[in-house]
């Protein structure tokens, strides 16, 4: 799965879903993924072509994130398996 922002493999975290993980009765939602590009890049190559792809102005690469990072880089399924943007929760 990849970071609809920056393209980087997106990195499984977890699961969620409702009821009792522990229990026959729970009922798994979906993934959660995280993008290791949102608190900034590896590499100063990685950083500059996303600087440039994205029309970005930085004068230290060290401050180029990706843009995911406006939701602490968090994504996840629903149960159709579609990728959402934010941690899931529950009302």
């Known amino acids: ?7 980087s493999e ?7 879903g409702k009821g009792n993980p522990f229990r026959s009765d729970f009922k798994k939602s979906g993934d959660i993924y995280q993008c ?3 608190f900034g890049f590896n590499s100063e190559e990685e950083a500059r072509i996303y600087e ?3 029309n970005l102005c930085c004068e230290d690469w060290m ?3 990706c843009e995911s990072y406006c939701h602490n880089g968090s994504f996840y399924t629903d149960t159709n398996d579609n990728l ?3 941690y899931p929760c529950w009302k």
Do not use: A
């Open 84 to 86: 959402r943007e934010g």
């Open 1 to 7: 799965m990849e970071c609809p922002y920056c393209g």
């Open 63 to 65: 401050e180029i994130v």
């Open 52 to 54: 440039k792809e994205n």
């Open 10 to 16: 997106l990195k499984y975290h977890d699961y969620y």
């Open 36 to 38: 290791q590009n949102s």
